[in-house]
């Protein structure tokens, strides 16, 4: 009986102290970042579990470099220029450029963000693995956890997508979401790998855009622009 409460104490620590290993799965690394990002920028961590706290501004880097932009991570968050907002027929671009693998975790772009910085907060994503080739489409409508369109499908693998290098892991794609009229075209590489009609997306295509970055990346960004068309 005392071996059993001993180990259940045991368990609810290691609970606490990693809220957020709990909730990706793996332990997110340590990334000693200047706690500003550039001019106009905003990010919003992804919800902590168990009511932890958000992490501070510095558990991340997100700085200007050369003509586009790095990230290191730290927490999963999305990251956005107040400026960049879409209406209508727009598109949001970008190239993602990693030196080495970034194993199972995913990146890209968002559109239709709305609330971003409470609890009702609701953005339309699409992210890559390169690590296994998958594409992943989905949309965030509150704190808990998003609702897919496209489920990632490692049996499927997107031939679109530059895998990881079999030398060093390294891998550049370029990532688009272009609103249309009526349909949104989810495009990897120049190819349009979904086209989804705005009435199947469950919410609105309208709002704030930017970039999508999971935990425990390493990326280069270049080509980034929201733009109408």
Known sequence: MRHAKLLALSLAALAAASPLAAQRGDPT???????????????RFDPTRGGAPAPPMNAVSFETMGSGFHVKSG???????????????FQITATFKQSKSMQHEAFGVFIGGA???????SYIYMVIKPFDGTVRIARRNSNGRPTDIVAENAAAPEAAINR????????TNTLLIHVA????????????????????LGGSTDGQAGLRINHN??????????KKG
Not at 35 to 40: I, N, R, S, W, Y
Not at 115 to 121: A, I, W
Not at 164 to 171: H, R, Y
């Open 115 to 121: 609330n971003l910085q409470d609890s009702t907060q």
């Open 29 to 43: 690394m340590t990334v000693t970042g200047s706690g500003k990002l550039p001019d106009g920028w905003m990010l």
């Open 181 to 200: 009229k009526d349909t949104v075209h989810f495009a990897i590489n120049g190819k349009v790998v979904k086209a989804i009609a705005k009435s199947a």
């Open 217 to 226: 990346m390493d990326l280069h960004i270049d080509g980034y622009a929201v």
């Open 75 to 89: 927490p999963a968050a999305i990251y956005y220029n107040t400026k960049d907002m879409g209406s209508g027929q």
């Open 164 to 171: 990881d290098s079999p030398t060093d892991g390294s891998a």
